[in-house]
């Protein structure tokens, strides 16, 4: 099963295409394929295309870590939307 599905499974929302502040307004891009990371409240998972998939921390759960790691999925990459005080994570997907 594709990453992408697996993530809708457990709620993160696609980023890709949003729109968010760091100094200025910019579109979240694609990034490096299986990567994820987290910053400023926001963990973010990179599909198999580079698609980023966003989720509040604090509703990251021990299955997909595991699910991650069975993956070989990395550490490191760019947080769309942590920039923020996680206004958007908190405040905007809930009501998309």
Same mark, same amino acid.
Not at 20 to 34: A, Q, Y
Not at 44 to 60: F, L, N
Not at 77 to 88: E, K, L, M, Q, T
């Given at each position: ?37 987290? /910053? *400023? ?8 295309? &580079?698609?980023?998939?966003? @989720?509040? !921390? ?16 990395? /550490? *490191? ?8 005080? &996680?206004?958007?994570?908190? @405040?905007? !997907?809930?009501?998309?």
């Amino acid at each position: 099963m594709q990453l992408a599905c697996i993530l809708l499974e457990y709620g993160y929302f696609s980023a890709l295409g949003t729109t968010e502040r760091d100094g200025s307004l910019s579109t979240v891009k694609r990034g490096v394929p299986l990567t994820c990371d987290l /910053k *400023g409240g926001v963990f973010v998972v990179y599909d198999e295309e &580079g698609r980023p998939w966003i @989720k509040s !921390v604090r509703e990251v759960t021990k299955d997909i870590v595991e699910e991650l790691k069975v993956r070989g999925i990395k /550490k *490191g990459a760019y947080v769309p939307h942590s920039r923020d005080d &996680g206004n958007f994570i908190r @405040k905007i !997907v809930p009501n998309l």
